[in-house]
């Protein structure tokens, strides 16, 4: 919360204006250029901000939920509304002992078998994870230990709550095979599920150029910026660069991210 709050303010300071409570009903787009949107407020008034540059992050796949998709090229924009996420579980363990060989407590772990697809996934799951205390021990207090843990899945099965809660009761028994004691050494655990972690899945038919560009094809003085277009890396990486790239087309200027 006051990572957000630091940006909007500092959006203001820097001659943003920032409306709550406001949605975006429409990207106005007139003889193949954007001239602004329309916005409704929390009272359901309507009035159009006009504007000569457009920034959308709506993730890509919605854009055409408020942009006219007749703008586009026909195949780019079919291709853009097809593009599918993914999801994640991201178990947090507090340990009161570490049972894990001492040659993996400062460095991240993987196995590329964690689930098998057979108990109801579509891929086996993988999973990464590291001792979050000994990187940073204020993580957790004296004598006892963070773990934190990713595992994708897709977007369907992260919204299957029996799948999840599946899910979370096997990575236990993995755990507890490959570290015999594991299930004792929980104080407890955390396991936050989520359906669309990132925007986009980095598969070979949708990751790089083949995402979103920044400049929206067909229609000018539209950008698009967030995890779903073109940047580097993932999540929060990817939607910083892609703002960045975004930043140096409108203006010109050299952000260092190309």
Same mark, same amino acid.
Not at 10 to 36: H, K, M, P, S, Y
Not at 73 to 96: C, H, K, Q, T, V
Not at 163 to 188: N, Q, V
Not at 211 to 229: C, I, M, N, R, W
């Given at each position: 919360?006051?990572?957000?709050?630091?940006?909007?303010? $500092? &959006?203001?300071?820097?001659?943003?204006?920032?409306?709550?409570?406001?949605?975006?009903?429409?990207?106005?787009?007139?003889?193949?250029?954007?001239?602004?949107?329309?916005?409704?407020?929390?009272?359901?008034?309507?009035?159009?901000?006009?504007?000569?540059?457009?920034?959308?992050?709506?993730?890509?796949?919605?854009? &055409?939920?408020?942009?006219?998709?007749?703008? &586009?090229?026909?195949?780019?924009?079919?291709?853009m509304e097809g593009l599918y996420g993914y999801?994640?579980?991201? %178990? /947090?363990?507090?340990?009161?002992? @570490?049972?894990?060989?001492? $040659?993996?407590?400062?460095?991240?772990?993987?196995?590329?078998?964690? #689930?098998?697809?057979?108990?109801?996934?579509?891929?086996?799951?993988?999973?990464?994870?590291?001792?979050?205390?000994? #990187?940073?021990?204020?993580?957790?207090?004296?004598?006892?230990?963070?773990?934190?843990? /990713?595992?994708?899945?897709?977007?369907?099965?992260?919204?299957?709550?029996? @799948?999840?809660?599946?899910?979370?009761?096997?990575?236990?028994?993995?755990?507890? $095979? $490959? /570290?015999?004691?594991?299930?004792?050494?929980?104080?407890?655990?955390?396991?936050?599920?989520?359906?669309? @972690?990132?925007?986009?899945?980095?598969?070979?038919?949708?990751?790089?150029?083949?995402?979103? %560009?920044?400049?929206?094809?067909?229609v000018a003085g539209l950008y698009f910026a967030?995890?779903?277009?073109?940047?580097?890396?993932?999540?929060?990486?990817?939607?910083?660069?892609?703002?960045? #790239?975004?930043?140096?087309?409108?203006?010109?200027?050299?952000?260092?991210?190309?």
């Amino acid at each position: 919360m006051r990572w957000s709050q630091a940006v909007a303010r $500092r &959006f203001e300071e820097l001659g943003g204006t920032l409306l709550l409570e406001t949605r975006v009903r429409e990207i106005a787009i007139e003889n193949g250029r954007a001239t602004g949107v329309v916005i409704e407020d929390a009272s359901g008034a309507s009035r159009k901000i006009a504007a000569g540059k457009v920034v959308s992050n709506i993730p890509i796949q919605d854009a &055409f939920r408020v942009a006219d998709k007749g703008a &586009f090229p026909g195949d780019w924009a079919d291709r853009m509304e097809g593009l599918y996420g993914y999801g994640s579980i991201a %178990p /947090y363990f507090g340990l009161n002992k @570490l049972v894990m060989p001492e $040659r993996e407590w400062k460095v991240g772990v993987k196995d590329t078998y964690v #689930i098998p697809k057979e108990e109801g996934f579509e891929y086996d799951v993988y999973m990464c994870w590291n001792i979050q205390s000994q #990187i940073d021990p204020s993580c957790a207090p004296g004598g006892r230990h963070l773990m934190t843990a /990713y595992a994708p899945v897709t977007e369907k099965e992260g919204k299957d709550k029996a @799948l999840m809660a599946k899910a979370c009761r096997l990575i236990i028994d993995y755990l507890e $095979r $490959r /570290y015999p004691g594991f299930r004792k050494s929980i104080d407890w655990a955390l396991f936050p599920t989520a359906w669309k @972690l990132e925007g986009v899945a980095k598969s070979k038919t949708q990751a790089g150029t083949l995402k979103a %560009p920044v400049e929206a094809p067909g229609v000018a003085g539209l950008y698009f910026a967030g995890d779903t277009v073109k940047g580097y890396g993932v999540a929060m990486d990817c939607a910083v660069a892609a703002g960045l #790239i975004c930043a140096s087309r409108i203006t010109g200027k050299d952000y260092g991210v190309a």
